[in-house]
């Protein structure tokens, strides 16, 4: 997939647990843990902004494109 998450990379950075995460945004841990593990097909711009608040980044930090890894 070309669309690579790198939560956990700033999860780690920030000395920050997905659970502590997760209670800052009030989203499940399981829905926190579908979109760290790349298996999210979706994220509501209200989820993504919440995200950026409690990790004090952009959302290029959190997601970016790998246009490589689409190539046949």
Wanted: glycine share 2%; net charge negative.
């Amino acid at each position: 997939m070309p669309v690579r998450v790198h939560l956990d990379d700033l999860l780690h950075a920030r000395r920050m647990t997905l659970t502590q995460l997760s209670e800052r945004v009030d989203i499940t841990l399981a829905n926190l843990s579908i979109l760290k593990t790349g298996k999210a097909k979706a994220i509501r711009f209200s989820t993504l902004e919440a995200i950026c608040t409690a990790l004090d980044c952009q959302p290029g930090d959190i997601l970016t494109f790998d246009q490589e890894d689409d190539a046949p």
